[in-house]
């Protein structure tokens, strides 16, 4: 079974105006790194019937701002710990500042040669926007030529897994610069591209000033604009578009995200960081570096991590949330068979109305368009019924952008 391991790094240089993740400016870097070494050595037995974790990933906050030795600490503390030699992936978010210094080069090749050397061989980049009025506006801290020069030299450096993030759907952005920002990224021909729209996040610098009447949220068809133009761009760039927000090249899936689509184990280290035992019970540590790094100093790991064991309806809605997530879709016949009767009434709507599409496991894999099926014979015995021609079901293309209206009404309350 596939599982992964995340960890948090939650230091920011500068906060972005539209983000509410945990993070801190500037800390105790080191006593962040021994508290998590504590947790590694705690959390050894997480994975359970001989499961070995495939992939690492170093998210923030800004894992770039760390010294190498400390993530190539971190990282073989956990090789040694969960008995892995290698992984199938190892990730790293970087932020185009950190990784090139138009003034010492040399400087960040060494950095990105460190990050070879420890078995990175995946970076994902914080690019958002390459029109530098945005930037200055997010309250990035690179422009767009150094995202692209930072782009090249990671290029240099041999990295050959690259995924890079953008924005879109916020009030400054014109139709022109969206489009320049996708062909700009294509230009640079990324493995893997991201893409968000912007939204108000409460505890965003963002929140604080649409509360004060001083920013306005451009309207919806304006953001569905956009999204329809960069699956149109990106589709006809040769990428395929596996998840709601993300795009890659044949092959290059992001294996770590994807394990959290698939509801596979996961376990997450640091502070803020969410771990699942990939059956009944999600758990997360306390958003605090001072709690963290005090509890693990004085062996009081259970105060600043609460649990909770998920119910069947709690069970029933995450699958359904996070398959439909997928473009792939997922199986009605992974789902409790007496909770997708009572959401049938809706799933019938939808089939009808083409919100959602059924179709047989070989149409999903090729991506071919099934008709949509209405019966509830074609439900497979999922719900309890006669097994038929289909149970894959899933939201097509055109309809991803309101994806959060459609997978709700799907929800067991
Ligand atoms: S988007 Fe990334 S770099 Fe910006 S504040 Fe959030 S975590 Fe930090």
């Known amino acids: 079974m596939a599982s992964g391991i995340y960890v948090h790094v939650p230091f920011c240089a500068s906060f972005c105006i539209y983000c509410d993740f945990y993070s801190v400016k500037g800390g105790s870097f080191e006593g962040y790194r021994d508290a998590l070494l504590e947790e590694i050595v705690r959390q050894r037995g997480y994975f359970k019937n001989g499961v070995l974790p495939e992939t690492l990933y170093f998210g923030g906050g800004t894992p770039s701002l760390l010294d190498t030795s400390y993530i190539e600490q971190i990282a073989s503390a ?4 969960f008995g892995v030699s290698d992984f199938k992936e190892f990730t790293i978010e970087v932020n185009p500042d950190d990784v090139f210094h138009p003034d010492d080069i040399a400087r960040s090749r060494r950095k990105l040669d460190e990050y070879r050397r420890m078995g990175i061989n995946r970076i994902s980049m914080g690019v958002q926007s390459f029109q530098d009025e945005h930037l200055r506006w997010m309250n990035r801290r690179h422009t767009a030529v150094q995202a692209v020069e930072a782009f090249r030299l990671l290029r240099e450096c041999g990295f050959d ?3 890079i993030d953008l924005i879109f759907g916020f009030a400054k952005l014109t139709r022109e610069q969206w489009a320049d920002n996708i062909s700009k990224a294509l230009e640079l021909s990324p493995e893997h591209i991201s893409c968000y729209q912007m939204m108000l996040e409460k505890g965003s610098a963002l929140y604080a000033l649409a509360k004060k009447g001083k920013y306005a949220e451009p309207a919806q068809e304006e953001c569905a604009w956009q999204y329809a133009y960069l699956q149109r761009k990106l589709t006809e760039a040769g990428y395929e578009q596996y998840e709601i927000s993300n795009f890659c090249k044949e092959g290059y899936q992001s294996r770590h995200n994807s394990n959290y689509w698939e509801r596979t184990p996961y ?9 699942f035992d990939g059956e009944t ?4 540590n306390v958003a605090s570096v001072k709690s963290y790094i005090s509890a693990l100093r004085e ?3 259970d105060v600043i991590c609460t649990s909770e064991r998920l119910t069947d309806a709690d069970i029933f809605n995450e699958q359904v949330m996070l398959g439909l997530r997928k473009t792939a879709g997922f199986s009605l016949n992974t789902l409790d068979s007496k909770m997708l009767a009572k959401v049938m009434p809706a799933l019938e709507s939808m089939l009808s109305s083409g919100e959602l599409i059924l179709e047989r496991r070989e149409e999903a894999k090729n991506h071919v368009c099934a008709e949509s099926r209405t019966r509830a014979e074609r439900y497979g015995h999922a719900a309890g019924l006669e097994v038929t021609d289909g149970d894959i079901i899933r939201i ?6 309101v994806s959060d209206g459609i997978i709700e009404r799907l929800f067991i309350t």
């Open 161 to 163: 897994n690259i995924s």
């Open 78 to 81: 956990i090789k040694l710990q």
């Open 396 to 401: 097509p293309p055109d309809k991803l952008f």
């Open 267 to 275: 376990l997450g280290l640091g502070p803020a960081a969410h771990s």
């Open 299 to 301: 062996g009081k790991y």
């Open 281 to 284: 019970v999600r758990k997360w």
